[in-house]
């Protein structure tokens, strides 16, 4: 697998906490997206760390495509 697995074609609303690490799935076939799950194990994908810098919700990118990973930038409208 080349391209990563387009997950949904919406963003994933997370409320996150400030100072806490979160692991965005970046090959699409986690069961518990946005974050990762393992589910990459034996292609080249390896999740994305990213440490919240304060507590409020953000918009993760769902499709697996946007050109700002971790977060949605609209590129699931195109899809």
């Not at 080349?2 to 965005?24: F, I, L, M, N």
């Amino acid at each position: 697998m080349s391209q990563p697995h387009v997950a949904r074609k919406t963003p994933c609303a997370v409320d996150v906490e400030q100072g806490q690490q979160y692991y965005w799935c970046t090959c699409g076939l986690s069961d518990k997206q946005p974050f990762c799950t393992g589910a990459h194990k034996g292609s080249s994908f390896i999740p994305l760390a990213w440490t919240a810098e304060e507590t409020r919700q953000v918009f993760f990118c769902g499709c697996k495509q946007t050109k700002n990973p971790p977060f949605c930038d609209g590129s699931h409208a195109s899809l």
